[in-house]
């Protein structure tokens, strides 16, 4: 079975944006190894508004060669993204409905692991329903004041932490897996 992974940028005061949506503060150094992240999943799970402002995103020609070709890794992954609406996409697959079980079929299916990306509504359903396998929250040193939290969940949320790792730039990425001995179903 194929781990979701969240794996996601948060500042130091918690937040994964700013209050205006900025994500200026967000840091990508090479030593964070993130292409070799990218290796590992094969696949994307999107929510519509996180889809629409970055699974397509191509960055401009001012843009670093590390991030080009991270931006041009992502683009090669198979896409899912899970939305009220329905529509085609060339690119994505759409999810409006039976999440919980389409979630299930896709993550038992063989191939590389798979990355929960995001926004903030979908996260909360698959920590909700006990779909997320690993949290790799990478904390920035940076305090906003004010933003979109990293969690919104309506109940404790129990981890375990398996790993850490420090990156020169001050970033000190989380590694945790849910705690086994928690009921995931609690939560629902």
Wanted: hydrophobic share 40%.
């Amino acid at each position: 079975m194929r781990k979701i992974i969240l794996n996601l940028a948060t500042t130091l005061d918690g937040f994964i944006e700013g209050a205006n949506g900025e994500l200026d503060w967000c840091i990508l150094e090479e030593d964070m190894h993130f292409d070799s992240f990218l290796e590992s999943i094969g696949t994307i799970f999107y929510g519509r508004v996180s889809y629409d402002q970055w699974g397509n995103y191509q960055p401009d020609v001012s843009t670093s060669d590390m991030e080009k070709q991270i931006y041009a890794a992502i683009q090669s992954k198979e896409k899912f993204v899970f939305s009220s609406q329905s529509r085609a996409d060339d690119k994505a697959t759409f999810i409006s409905s039976d999440v919980v079980a389409l979630v299930e079929k896709i993550r038992n299916q063989p191939g590389k692991d798979i990355w929960l990306y995001g926004g903030a509504k979908l996260i909360k359903t698959f920590i909700e329903n006990g779909l997320v396998d690993e949290y790799m929250i990478s904390v920035h040193p940076t305090a906003l004041g004010a933003g979109k939290p990293l969690f919104d969940i309506a109940a404790k949320l129990d981890l375990e932490l398996t790993g850490t790792k420090v990156f020169k730039s001050g970033v000190v990425q989380l590694i945790y897996a849910p705690n086994k001995s928690i009921d995931p179903n609690r939560l629902v």
